[in-house]
Structure formats: C-alpha cells, structure tokens
C-alpha cells in the first residue's frame, strides 16, 4: 500500500546536476520527516539530508553547499537538487519518508542510481 518510488538517476559528468524525485503514496505524507540516504558498496548507507514536517533541514557535510532536499506535499513528493557533482557522489540513493517516534512508520524506496564519470 505505501510506495515510494525515485526517478531521475543516471549517469552524469563531474561538475554537472541532476534531480533526483520521489513519489510517495499510500501514507499522510505531510505527517512525516523525509530524507536522501546514499549507498555505495562497500561503504556503509549514509544520511545524505533531511527535512523535518516544520522544513529544518540537515546535510552531510560532504554534499553542503551542493544539494539542496525539498518537499511538494500538495503532490506528494520529495525532491534531491544535486549540483556540482563529484565521483563521490555516486551511489544508488534511496528515498525515506518516517515518523521518529513511531518505528512502524518507516518506509523507504527501492532506490535509483547516480554514476558521476566522464
């Protein structure tokens, strides 16, 4: 009943962008928190950023400055503004949309992939 499904990955030159959505049903999405998870294989997922029901936002300290989250909750989804692209950022990134207190209420994408090369 709950989706989240990304689009927008591929493959892209250093120094390009790329925007990165989110479609989200079957949930109250205005009621929860959202976020970019990012993995590349062998390292660990990461928290890429973040944005809370009030619109605070949090980044790693390695995509600041660069990537910018945001929320449409008239359409229901999420949105990763990527610029300024690295070979480091590429992973396959992941959507999450959670309610902090509630660890039932924790649903996550299947993920899209974002190759960074030239």
């Known amino acids: 009943q709950v989706q989240l499904v990304e689009s927008g990955g591929g493959l892209v030159q250093p120094g390009g962008s790329l925007r990165l959505s989110c479609a989200v049903s079957?949930?109250?999405?205005?009621?929860?928190?959202v976020a970019w998870h990012r993995q590349a294989p062998p390292k660990q997922r990461e928290l890429v950023a973040s944005?809370?029901?009030?619109?605070?936002?949090t980044y790693a300290d390695s995509v600041k400055g660069r990537f910018t989250i945001s929320r449409d909750n008239t359409e229901n989804t999420i949105y990763l503004q990527m610029i300024g692209l690295t070979p480091e950022d590429t992973a396959v990134y992941y959507c999450r949309a959670f309610i902090p207190t509630i660890r039932q209420s924790d649903f996550w994408g299947q993920g899209t992939r974002v190759t960074v090369s030239s």
């Open positions: 079957g949930i109250d999405f205005s009621s929860y928190v």
């Open positions: 944005m809370t029901t009030r619109g605070l936002t």
